[in-house]
């Protein structure tokens, strides 16, 4: 099985631009989670799509958006870009379903540089 | 929410030795742990993972054990290699509806030849 897949896997941008960031999943997985990455804040949790809904949601400000289409493959879109943004995104996809927590499997990132 | 804290940041431990990494976490209501493995410039990779139901599990030179009346769980590395070599992190989630991590800080591993 092919595993996660991000496009672009690097991107520069200018402050005040906006950016799309693209996941394809494990096939046959229906759950897709977004991560930021910072060597000062680690990896925290953006949001989870689980058959085109936004199941879960971290806290992060509302320029920090995202979708799933029908065939699971998921995008992130972050607006108004800010210095702060940079950093490495990271996706992750699992089987999904409801009740317990399956194990997620992570694509190796889109690295986002803000100048 | 979820906070997880990961102990210590940096380990270094000569080939063969064993290598402990602690987490401990606040939310009750967690019930899956995961451990990630993230070489440099590279992926995080699932290594192992733990339930609530359970309190020890073990994948050769890996293993996991959680004890939730303490609320924290350690990832035990025995043997190790050079090629163990990498940040490791604990995560946590909640028994919602959904995957949602909450990670540790991580743990940098340097094993020595």
């Known amino acids: 099985k092919a595993g996660v897949t991000q496009t672009p896997r690097y991107l520069i941008k200018t402050r005040g631009q906006q950016v799309t960031l693209s996941c394809s999943p494990i096939s046959g997985h229906r759950s897709v989670s977004w991560y930021q990455q910072t060597p000062g804040q680690g990896l925290q949790f953006l949001f989870e799509y689980f058959s085109e809904t936004q199941r879960n949601k971290g806290n992060f400000p509302g320029r920090f958006s995202g979708r799933q289409f029908s065939n699971s493959r998921s995008e992130m879109n972050v607006s108004t870009l800010e210095l702060g943004d940079s950093a490495l995104y990271l996706c992750?996809?699992?089987?999904?379903?409801?009740?317990?927590?399956?194990?997620?499997?992570f694509g190796d990132g889109t690295r986002l540089s803000i100048l | 929410g979820e906070n997880v804290e990961q102990h210590p940041s940096t380990l270094s431990v000569q080939e063969g030795d064993s290598a402990v990494i602690k987490c401990t976490y606040s939310d009750s209501a967690s019930n899956y742990f995961p451990w990630y493995k993230q070489e440099l410039g590279k992926r995080p990779q699932l290594i192992i993972d733990i339930r609530s139901n359970v309190g020890e599990k073990k994948d050769q030179r890996i293993a996991v054990t959680l004890n939730k009346t303490a609320k924290h769980f350690s990832l035990h590395i025995t043997e190790t290699q050079p090629e163990d070599s990498a940040v490791y992190f604990c995560a946590a989630s909640g028994n919602n509806a959904g995957n949602m991590l909450t990670f540790g800080g991580g743990t940098r591993l340097m094993v020595k030849p």
């Open positions: 992750a996809s699992s089987a999904g379903g409801t009740g317990s927590n399956q194990p997620q499997h």
